[in-house]
């Protein structure tokens, strides 16, 4: 079992930066890829960062790639999301999600999901 919350979220302006955390528990925290998605208001989730435990492998959208950078505390059972040059069209409810998933970019896949924190970039 994995519980997951959420943490970071607030108003920024365009171009400006915030860190989102994600606080994980659970005995298989380490054995599944954990990821970022995130939906705006009237849109799909959608991908945004994953990594997978083995090698650090990680993977990004590429509306976010080179801005994003997604990260992992083994010791504190966290991962982070590093938003930097955040536009407006970055503004939604971001989720971490966890669990044993074929592609780690399809949402319906994962089995954990955090309550969400909500990221709004002002102009």
């Known amino acids: 079992q994995v519980q997951l919350v959420e943490s970071g979220g607030g108003l920024v302006q365009a171009g400006g930066s915030l860190r989102l955390s994600c606080a994980a528990s659970g005995r298989t925290f380490r054995s599944y890829p954990m990821g970022w998605f995130r939906q705006a208001p009237g849109k799909e989730r959608e991908f945004v960062a994953v990594?997978?435990?083995?090698?650090?492998?990680?993977y990004y959208a590429d509306s976010v790639k080179g801005r994003f950078t997604i990260s992992r505390d083994n010791a504190k059972n966290t991962v982070y999301l590093q938003m930097n040059s955040l536009k407006l069209e970055d503004t939604a409810v971001y989720y971490c999600?966890?669990?044993?998933?074929?592609?780690?970019?399809?949402?319906?896949?994962?089995?954990?999901w955090g309550q969400g924190t909500q990221v709004t970039v002002s102009s």
């Open positions: 990594m997978r435990w083995s090698g650090g492998t990680t």
């Open positions: 999600a966890a669990g044993r998933v074929a592609n780690v970019r399809d949402s319906s896949q994962y089995d954990y």
